[in-house]
């Protein structure tokens, strides 16, 4: 059986629309994708430029932040990439504090806090590493 050109023609021409056609939706999937992979990068970048930086933890830092929260501390110390302090009498609530605000510059490896009288006035020795 010998086709006719009419109907080579016909056929070339649907199978080059069915192609077209596939082609059409894997490209407008693909755009999806793009698109959605470019704002959640824009998204990122959003959230990035709206976080804040995290202080630098040095001796002065912790100097400060003891003369902020109004605690003297018995022994400051850097030995081997790790803070050593120790403080006596310190309240509770302001134990927290500090421990919030070092956590947020560093590493806090080591927390002994202890309370012999039951007033929640502490005895403490914290060990800090920076990030």
Request: aromatic share 16%.
């Given at each position: 059986m010998i086709l006719s050109r009419r109907v080579v023609y016909a056929?070339?021409?649907l199978l080059l629309l069915l192609y077209s056609?596939?082609?059409l939706n894997t490209v407008s999937e693909l755009k999806k994708l793009l698109n959605?992979?470019?704002l959640s990068y824009k998204q990122f970048l959003v959230e990035l430029s709206g976080a804040r930086e995290r202080p630098r933890l040095d001796e002065g830092f912790i100097r400060e932040l003891s003369a902020r929260l109004g605690l003297s501390f018995d022994e400051l110390s850097f030995k081997d990439g790790v803070y050593a302090l120790k403080a006596r009498e310190v309240p509770g609530v302001l134990l927290v504090e500090l421990l919030y605000e070092l956590e947020r510059a560093g590493k806090v490896?080591?927390?002994?806090a202890v309370d012999n009288t039951g007033k929640g006035v502490f005895t403490v020795e914290i060990r800090v590493r920076p990030f």
């Open positions: 056929l070339v021409t056609f596939n082609s959605g992979q470019y490896e080591e927390l002994e």
